[in-house]
C-alpha cells in the first residue's frame, strides 16, 4: 500500500479544511479520515497571552516529522498523511498545525494521529514562547508528553487496524 | 575538526549567539564532553549549559544522545527540550 505524505512548515496559515479534502477528494479507496488542529489559545495557565512564538531548526523539523510520518506509514494500513506545522508569531485563535490520517477503517487512522501527534510534541524541533504582560516566556516541555509518546514504544501498532 | 555549532531558543539567548564554527580540541570526542568543554568557554556558556542533562543535541539534523561520538559530525545543534505540537 502505498501512502500519499505531505510535510510542510511554513510562517504562513494554513486551511485544515482544504487540506483534509485534498486527502480524500475523488477518492473512494478511503473509508476513514481523522484531523486533528493544535489552535492558539488566548490564556496559558490561568494568564492572558497575546501570541505565541514558535522557533524551529529549519531543516531538521521536516527531516524529523518526515522521520514520523515514515514510521506510521510503516506501522498502520494508511492511504494518506498530511502535517503542517507554522513557525513565527501566532496570535490566539489562529491555527498552529494539523494532522490528518486516512485510511480503509477509522483505527489506523485515530491511532496514527495519535501516534504523530504524540512524537511531534516531544521529537519535533521546535519551541514556543508566550507573550504575557509585555514578557517573552518560553513554554517548558510536560512530562506528561514524554509518557505519551513512550507509550507508542512498545505498542504493536499495526494488528489494531485488523 | 572544525565543526559548525547552532543554538536555539534559551541555549541561543544564553550563549548570545545563533551559531558559530568551533575547532573541537584533542580530548573531546562526545557530545556530552563538548557540552561540558562549552561551558568552560564564558560566562554565557557556563550559563546555557549549567544543567547539561536537560539540553539536547542533534547532529546533522538527527537528535544523539551525550554519549554519541562526534566523530564525522559537520553541524552539531544544542537546544532545550521541545515544545512544538
Known amino acids: 500500500m502505498t501512502a500519499t505524505t505531505l510535510v510542510r512548515i511554513q510562517r504562513e496559515p494554513f486551511d485544515a479544511a482544504i487540506e483534509a479534502d485534498k486527502l480524500t477528494h475523488g477518492r473512494t479507496d478511503i473509508g476513514a479520515l481523522v484531523t486533528f488542529t493544535g489552535i492558539c489559545r488566548g490564556d496559558e495557565a490561568g494568564?492572558?497571552?497575546?501570541?505565541?512564538?514558535?522557533?524551529?531548526?529549519?531543516?531538521?523539523?521536516?527531516?524529523?516529522?518526515?522521520?514520523?510520518?515514515?514510521?506510521?506509514?510503516?506501522?498502520?494500513?494508511?492511504?494518506?498523511?498530511?502535517?503542517?506545522?507554522?513557525?513565527?508569531?501566532?496570535?490566539?485563535?489562529?491555527?498552529?498545525?494539523?494532522?490528518?490520517?486516512?485510511?480503509?477503517?477509522?483505527?489506523?487512522?485515530?491511532?496514527?494521529?495519535?501516534?504523530?501527534?504524540?512524537?511531534?510534541?516531544?521529537?519535533?524541533?521546535?519551541?514556543?514562547?508566550?507573550?504575557?504582560?509585555?514578557?517573552k516566556i518560553w513554554v517548558e516541555a510536560k512530562k506528561t508528553d514524554d509518557a505519551a509518546a513512550e507509550r507508542w514504544a512498545a505498542s504493536p501498532g499495526r494488528h489494531a487496524a485488523e | 575538526?572544525?565543526?559548525k555549532l547552532r543554538y536555539f531558543a534559551w541555549v541561543r539567548e544564553r550563549v548570545g549567539k545563533t551559531e558559530e564554527d568551533i575547532e573541537v580540541p584533542s580530548g573531546v570526542a562526545t557530545v556530552g564532553e563538548l557540552m561540558v568543554w562549552l561551558s568552560s568557554r564564558g560566562e554565557e556558556y557556563a550559563h546555557a549549559f549549567t544543567n547539561p542533562k536537560i539540553i539536547r543535541a542533534a547532529i546533522d539534523r538527527t537528535h544523539v544522545k551525550p554519549q554519541t561520538s562526534l566523530e564525522g559530525a559537520g553541524e552539531i545543534a544544542f537546544f532545550p527540550p521541545m515544545t512544538g505540537g
Not at chain 1, 510520518?69 to 498530511?82: C, K, N
Not at chain 1, 510534541?121 to 504575557?132: L, M, Y
Request: proline share 4%; charged share 25%.
Open chain 1, 47 to 135: 494568564e492572558l497571552i497575546a501570541a505565541l512564538t514558535l522557533e524551529h531548526y529549519p531543516g531538521m523539523a521536516e527531516a524529523e516529522i518526515e522521520r514520523h510520518v515514515a514510521e506510521a506509514v510503516e506501522r498502520w494500513p494508511l492511504l494518506g498523511v498530511t502535517v503542517i506545522h507554522r513557525h513565527g508569531r501566532i496570535v490566539p485563535g489562529e491555527d498552529i498545525m494539523m494532522v490528518a490520517t486516512t485510511s480503509s477503517h477509522r483505527e489506523a487512522a485515530f491511532a496514527a494521529a495519535e501516534f504523530l501527534m504524540d512524537y511531534l510534541k516531544t521529537r519535533a524541533p521546535f519551541w514556543k514562547q508566550v507573550e504575557k504582560a509585555g514578557e
Open chain 2, 1 to 3: 575538526m572544525t565543526i
